[in-house]
């Protein structure tokens, strides 16, 4: 009788419930592998950039960069790039896009200003003044660049996101009181690079580039209103060039303006694993059911 009882709770032994905090471990898991094969495949693919330069590639004729590649939109703030492990932009892809970038940012903040509305677009102006005082090629007019460059518009969609929630926080009203505190009239290259340099004396970050943007257009905004029109294009000029020698080529060694300015990445990471808090839920209430 003992061994038949045996027999029987052996028989209808079933399979111990697994604890959800082991699911929920593995599901963790897995979202993790993932994202780091992703960011691996990202940093083997800026990597490799620099030895696919010199390879042959399609080029716009106007401009000898190569075309960018499209945006699949989302409903939310984010777009991916397709292919997401696109290509790195060049040096001089990088430093034309800081150009569209700097040059919107500084027309739409001036934009109300009336005392600047006689000049016209001021961002157009402020454009044709970085390809008079830059070095490179590039396109002649920032209409057409945002015209060759879809991906542009996107870029600027960030920097103006990132810029808004700037705008909110007490740091703005600090940057523009240092930027109406200079004096204009003693203002020279070295002292302006100085304080340029001050700001990322502790190295560069999306904040502290987002507070640059803000800086610069504070200061020629204010010279170009107040001060001779010429000292005021003379900053552009020495703004420009801080910008390119300096921002962009920090921008450049971490995979171009889209790669610093969006989080593609860590959105699709919390994406997936949203996706998989959402499984885990489901396999465990069907296992309750089943019990």
């Not at 604890?19 to 960011?39: K, Y």
Request: net charge neutral; charged share 25%; glycine share 6%.
């Amino acid at each position: 009788m003992t061994h038949t009882y045996l027999g029987r709770a052996a028989t209808h032994t079933r399979r111990p419930l697994s604890s959800p905090f082991s699911l929920f471990a593995i599901c963790l898991f897995r979202v993790e592998s993932i994202s780091w094969l992703l960011i691996m495949a990202r940093k083997l693919v800026v990597e490799r950039a620099g030895d696919q330069q010199s390879s042959t590639r399609q080029q716009d004729p106007a401009t000898g960069s190569r075309p960018r590649p499209t945006l699949l939109p989302l409903q939310s703030h984010m777009s991916i790039p397709l292919p997401l492990l696109r290509q790195t932009p060049t040096r001089e892809e990088t430093t034309q896009e800081g150009r569209v970038l700097l040059s919107s940012f500084i027309g739409d903040q001036g934009e109300n200003l009336d005392s600047l509305s006689t000049m016209g677009d001021v961002a157009d102006i402020v454009y044709e003044r970085t390809i008079e005082h830059g070095a490179g090629d590039g396109y002649q007019s920032r209409t057409e660049a945002l015209q060759m460059n879809p991906v542009f518009l996107h870029l600027g969609r960030e920097l103006r996101g990132l810029a808004d929630e700037f705008s909110r926080s007490p740091e703005r009203a600090r940057v523009r009181h240092e930027a109406e505190a200079l004096n204009i009239d003693e203002l020279n290259r070295e002292n302006l690079f100085g304080l340029m340099e001050e700001l990322f004396r502790d190295g560069f970050s999306r904040e502290r580039l987002v507070t640059f943007f803000f800086f610069c257009s504070d200061l020629i905004l204010r010279a170009l209103r107040q001060s001779v029109r010429e000292l005021g294009w003379q900053v552009v000029a020495w703004v420009w060039e801080f910008f390119r020698d300096r921002v962009c080529a920090w921008v450049c060694e971490r995979g171009g303006w889209e790669a610093v300015l969006t989080s593609y990445l860590p959105k699709l990471a919390v994406t997936m694993a949203g996706i998989a808090v959402t499984i885990l839920a489901g396999v465990c209430i069907w296992k309750l059911v089943r019990e």
